[in-house]
């Protein structure tokens, strides 16, 4: 084995688990041979009901909305992160409009029927991926002839603070209001990959900026008239 990760996703629905293990197992045994390119579209393929996949929650213009196919972005950013790792040269990555939970800022990749998953085996042995999702934690392993130590590093480098937007709302009495949507704040990151040899680092790597969007607060003001 020359690379592995591991992301948690055992607090998701049933649905967004079925979506993840399927990816997982339409990804498990895929090998590479050097100079081959990985595509997480050609191998996942569509994302459809007909194909297996399910509704769960997936971001869309910087919003959390159901969708069919919610989690296998998941699966794209254990696989990016275990390519990292693995020294393979990422041809196409895309980051997430708004930050995610299971990896550190700049270390996600977003897949979609727009946005793939690319990265080549530059190594001169095959690769073979393996893929597991046991129903708590998914995990990427590769295997293949030339193993280096490396270690991926996030930096924040900027809090953008969340707005906040009042709506008016005649369910609930005139002087209260209620947070429908907490909000968060957004970022901007840099992504680093740090090289080791015996020990000590020998080389840094600036592999990403971006910028994730932050999620509006949503107040609910009652205007309801009170009884008369």
Do not use: W
């Amino acid at each position: 084995m020359i690379a592995c990760f591991s992301t948690y996703y055992g607090d998701s629905s049933q649905n967004r688990k079925d979506n993840v293990a399927l990816a997982c197992r339409k990804i498990d045994g895929t090998v590479l041979y050097p100079e081959d390119e990985f595509s997480f579209n050609d191998v996942v393929g569509a994302r459809t009901i007909e194909s297996g996949f399910k509704s769960a929650y997936i971001i869309q213009n910087g919003e959390f909305v159901e969708g069919i196919g919610g989690g296998v972005c998941q699966v794209s950013s254990t696989l990016y992160n275990c390519a990292l790792l693995a020294d393979l040269a990422i041809t196409c990555v895309r980051a997430h409009s708004l930050a995610v939970s299971y990896v550190a800022p700049s270390f996600d990749a977003m897949v979609s029927s727009a946005s793939d998953l690319r990265f080549v085996n530059v190594s001169s042995s095959p690769i073979t991926i393996k893929m597991k999702a046991d129903g708590k934690y998914l995990r990427a392993e590769m295997y293949g002839g030339e193993t280096k130590t490396i270690k991926r590093r996030s930096q924040t480098v900027e809090n953008l603070p969340f707005e906040i937007e009042y709506r008016d709302d005649e369910s609930i009495e005139a002087g209260k209001e209620i947070i429908d949507t907490y909000g968060k704040e957004g970022l901007r990151s840099k992504g680093y990959l740090e090289y080791y040899e015996n020990g000590k680092l020998v080389k840094t790597v600036l592999i990403r900026s971006d910028t994730y969007s932050p999620q509006k607060r949503i107040v609910l003001r009652g205007v309801k008239s009170p009884l008369t």
